[in-house]
């Protein structure tokens, strides 16, 4: 597999510095090609603005989606954003690495994916009708293709757990798992979370690693989460709410749009319900 690693840390001896290490070496020692886009090494820039469309004229109103569906188009865009669409295109799995900040992704990678799924590419695709609202949600331009978050937390696995102050883990990363990777198509695997980062010691570190090799071990084969696809006929369209009588009994929230007919996110592969934690737990 050819596999792009996209990592957002400002300091190379980190936690997640060493865990980008541990991760580039076991793919790689696995046969798979690996491409590491640092994005503070890199001096990324994270806001969209006016220099991201040349072509722009100067006396223009800047529409963001419409000026980025043109640039793309004509093949206008910077050569930073072209150079990550490049790369997305050549890989088969992407894997997001970062610290949860404010319960989110650093400001830098969240501007990479401000820049670079630029409309025609990461949005914006496909046809709209009163039989299909665009190719996303499971269908778009990286269907077929893999990615995952490597993802570091201060706080202890019991304070993201289902009754955890901070709320559950699942339901902080469901935008960037759901709507970031799954809404232009990617198969979206368990992430891989790492809790009381502050406090490793040799030992935590060294399981920690061993976990991290095994998901990199199974990259190819670790069954997606179970989203539902938006026009395998679950949802109404154009309005875009969930068929009732679809979910499972005490299912809501994010919950609803698991399917609980999918063993792992492929179209006809019937099979037992289970939670993303669950699939967290078995790639743990």
């Known amino acids: 597999m050819k596999v792009l690693i996209v990592y957002a840390h400002p300091?190379?001896?980190?936690?997640?510095?060493?865990?980008?290490?541990?991760?580039?070496?076991?793919l790689e020692a696995q046969g798979h090609e690996v491409r590491v886009s640092d994005l503070y090494a890199e001096g990324w820039k994270s806001e969209v603005d006016r220099g991201?469309?040349?072509?722009?004229?100067?006396?223009?109103?800047?529409?963001?989606?419409?000026?980025?569906?043109?640039?793309?188009?004509?093949?206008?865009?910077?050569?930073?954003?072209?150079?990550?669409?490049e790369k997305l295109l050549w890989a088969d799995a992407l894997i997001l690495q970062f610290p949860l900040w404010w319960f989110s992704m650093p400001a830098i990678l969240k501007g990479w994916v401000d820049r670079v799924f630029v409309y025609g590419f990461g949005y914006g695709v496909g046809e709209h009708s009163d039989k299909r609202w665009g190719d996303r949600y499971g269908e778009g331009?990286?269907?077929?293709?893999r990615a995952m978050l490597i993802v570091t937390a201060g706080g202890w696995q019991d304070h993201y757990s289902a009754r955890g102050v901070n709320g559950p883990i699942d339901d902080l990363l469901f935008p960037i798992n759901h709507g970031i990777l799954y809404y232009p198509g990617y198969d979206v695997l368990p992430p891989f979370v790492a809790y009381q980062a502050d406090r490793f010691d040799e030992a935590a570190f060294g399981a920690t690693a061993e976990r991290l090799r095994e998901r990199m071990r199974t990259l190819a084969t670790t069954l997606p989460i179970p989203y539902r696809r938006q026009n395998g006929g679950d949802y109404v369209i154009p309005s875009m709410q969930l068929r009732a009588g679809l979910e499972s009994p005490g299912a809501r929230g994010f919950a609803l749009h698991l399917d609980p007919a999918d063993e792992g996110g492929a179209p006809g592969k019937p099979g037992a319900m289970r939670s993303t934690a669950d699939l967290r737990e078995e790639t743990a």
């Open 11 to 26: 300091e190379q001896r980190s936690l997640n510095g060493s865990l980008r290490d541990v991760a580039v070496r076991e």
């Open 52 to 85: 991201d469309f040349p072509s722009l004229p100067v006396d223009a109103r800047l529409a963001v989606a419409a000026a980025s569906k043109q640039a793309f188009e004509a093949g206008t865009l910077t050569a930073d954003v072209k150079g990550e669409i």
């Open 141 to 145: 331009t990286l269907a077929g293709k």
